[in-house]
């Protein structure tokens, strides 16, 4: 019971933290907005859903097409000036200037659709026993996508040319550029990628829960709490780390009074960095601390 | 040339203080003392917030955590002890810094992002702890604090801040001139090179991160006695953006440039207030500005008000020279 609803649960934050763990190991920028991207991900399909009546699937693939744009303009509108002067501080920097993006997203959305939630009742009708235990065919394919998609960014990163090169820029950007990978396109696409995965976060969270302004503020601290918990730009580690933390807030919702499974995971974070600093599955990348 | 700069800038200095202590006597009027005290309480706190910013170079995504630390340890020993607010200032700035000491001690041995995204947890689990508990802090349904001063004129509370503010700055100022602020400044700069001239970097790090959340948590306790009401909220990003972008804006490591940012950004807020009775505009729009002017500092005005006031100087003393 317990492992189901954990995989379930964690199916929803392993997209985005994998995006985040990308966009940390690949051209370390620290995204304080992909809670956003989620957000916004789910405000879109809504519409394709319930405005324009499209088919589930046909949604999920214009949403992340629309995020995939959004990102990629975003990248090459704010990150690529701001790269140019930043120099040592590029990460800091990152962080603070994509706060004030999500600022402006969350509280534009909070302005434009006002403090509503809005959700769907279900994507794909029906039920199934697993276990003896009921689950909707929608959370069941919520997990099987969510998996199929970070299988499928596995096998990009690892198997076609552009994959290659992007972990190449990662392992280290002057050698890429010296063998001639387009450096500024590497990261516009490497950007673009972790927000086509944010967006479709959201656009199952918006399927299973409902999405409102300011969803994007706890979505965020739970990605964050992934990357750190498996070591800042470990993606494989992020991907585990994110069933961990859906484990933790199952164990604490069963446990503890309501509203303390939110102090819990930040307690085993405190206790990850007490022990481990580098996280649990430490850092493949380890210039993650130099930059 | 520089000697006369330098006693100008001191003249200046002078008359806006002095300004600044007579000026609610000219404007008899609880709508400006309100704006002021607004004013100066964010000048305060961005400038405490720059102190971490602009020096080490850590900015602190839950410096709300600390100022809510502050605030609450002061509201709950007034509501259950009757302490008075003003012995409160004492263990609120006491409970901020030992809190500060405990995340710095813990996260800035490593580099400044993960003490940025560290302490931005440990505000957000304190706003879910005071909201959990319930029984003791009333959650949202908000903390009533005793207000400082008895009768209901604003004016004490602006010359309290006021003092605050200059007490502050003399502080700030003493330190950043003298050997730690060099330190602090070496580290910000070149974490390898502090090092090598035998600078201890975690030590003055920390030093550096409990001296700015002692502030917040002073600020803290002020804000609860003044609105006389908080609820978890003050230990959300609802705090942290204005100060990040109030400092920023007005220039990292500048530590008077929040000064005027504050009372562009804050005026330019009550400007539009008339809209925001009417629903035009509202707390999102806020943010929205916030946000906007975050971007603006981060890509294309890095030095913020400062940066372009010195800039400014220098045309002007290079024309005149």
Redesign the interface.
């Known amino acids: 019971m317990d492992i189901v609803l954990t995989l379930i649960r964690g199916s929803l934050y392993v997209l985005v933290s994998a995006s985040l763990a990308l966009l940390f190991g690949i051209i370390s920028v620290?995204s304080f907005m992909h809670g956003d991207f989620a957000m916004l991900g789910g405000y879109v399909s809504f519409f394709l859903l319930v405005s324009l009546g499209l088919d589930p699937i046909l949604a999920l693939v214009i949403t992340g097409v629309l995020m995939f744009f959004l990102g990629c303009t975003i990248e090459k509108a704010?990150l690529l000036?701001?790269r140019k002067?930043s120099g040592k501080?590029w990460?800091?920097?990152t962080?603070?200037?994509t706060?004030?993006?999500?600022?402006?997203f969350?509280?534009?959305a909070?302005?434009v659709f006002g403090p509503i939630f809005y959700g769907v009742r279900s994507l794909w009708a029906g039920e199934v026993s697993i276990f003896g235990v009921s689950i909707s065919i929608d959370r069941l394919i919520i997990l099987v996508l969510s998996i199929t998609i970070i299988a499928g960014l596995w096998a990009f990163l690892k198997y076609t040319r552009i994959g290659r090169a992007i972990l190449a820029t990662g392992m280290n950007e002057e050698a890429a550029s010296i063998y001639g990978v387009n450096v500024n396109n590497i990261y516009t696409l490497t950007f673009g990628i972790s927000a086509l995965l944010s967006g479709i976060a959201g656009v199952f969270y918006m399927a299973l829960f409902t999405t409102y302004?300011l969803m994007g503020?706890s979505y965020n601290?739970k990605a964050?709490?992934v990357v750190?918990i498996a070591g800042?730009g470990n993606i494989k580690g992020a991907i585990y780390c994110s069933f961990l933390l859906a484990f933790i807030e199952i164990v604490a919702t069963k446990t503890l009074?309501?509203?303390?499974q939110?102090?819990l995971p930040?307690?085993f974070?405190?206790l990850v960095?007490?022990f481990k600093?580098t996280g649990i599955f430490g850092t493949e990348v380890k210039g993650i601390?130099?930059? | 040339m520089g000697k006369i700069a330098i006693s100008k800038g001191r003249i200046f200095l002078y008359v806006l203080t002095a300004l600044a202590f007579i000026l609610p006597l000219i404007f008899r009027n609880e709508y400006v003392y309100s704006v002021l005290i607004s004013i100066i309480l964010w000048a305060a706190i961005s400038s405490s917030f720059d102190l971490t910013a602009g020096f080490i170079k850590v900015t602190n995504f839950g410096y709300a955590g600390f100022f809510a630390a502050g605030a609450y340890t002061s509201g709950l020993l007034a509501l259950y002890y009757g302490v008075s607010p003003w012995i409160g200032l004492i263990p609120g700035t006491l409970v901020a810094s030992s809190l500060a000491a405990a995340v710095g001690f813990l996260t800035l041995r490593l580099h400044g992002i993960f003490a940025a995204a560290f302490s931005w947890f440990i505000a957000e689990a304190l706003k879910y702890t005071l909201a959990a508990l319930t029984d003791i802090t009333r959650g949202y349904h908000g903390l009533a604090c005793p207000p400082f001063f008895p009768g209901i004129t604003r004016l004490p509370y602006y010359y309290m801040i006021l003092l605050t503010y200059i007490v502050e700055l003399l502080i700030i100022m003493r330190i950043v001139n003298g050997k730690m602020g060099f330190a602090f400044k070496v580290i910000g700069e070149d974490e390898t090179a502090a090092r090598t001239i035998g600078v201890n970097v975690t030590f003055y790090r920390v030093l550096c991160f409990v001296i700015s959340c002692a502030f917040a948590g002073f600020l803290g306790v002020f804000y609860a006695h003044y609105y006389n009401v908080i609820t978890p909220d003050v230990s959300s990003l609802s705090v942290t953006v204005p100060a990040l972008a109030i400092c920023y804006v007005g220039g990292r490591g500048s530590i008077w440039g929040s000064l005027p940012s504050a009372a562009i950004i804050l005026m330019i807020f009550e400007l539009l207030r008339p809209y925001e009775a009417i629903g035009i505009i509202s707390f999102a729009h806020k943010y929205i500005v916030y946000g906007i002017l975050l971007i603006i500092v981060m890509i294309w005005v890095q030095g913020g008000l400062a940066g372009a006031v010195k800039k400014l100087m220098e045309k002007y003393v290079r024309t005149t020279s």
């Open positions: 620290a704010l000036p701001l002067t501080l990460m800091f920097n962080f603070v200037l706060l004030g993006i999500s600022q402006v969350q509280n534009g909070l302005a302004p503020v601290l964050w709490i750190l800042l009074a309501a509203g303390w939110n102090v930040v307690i974070v405190i960095l007490l600093p601390w130099e930059r």
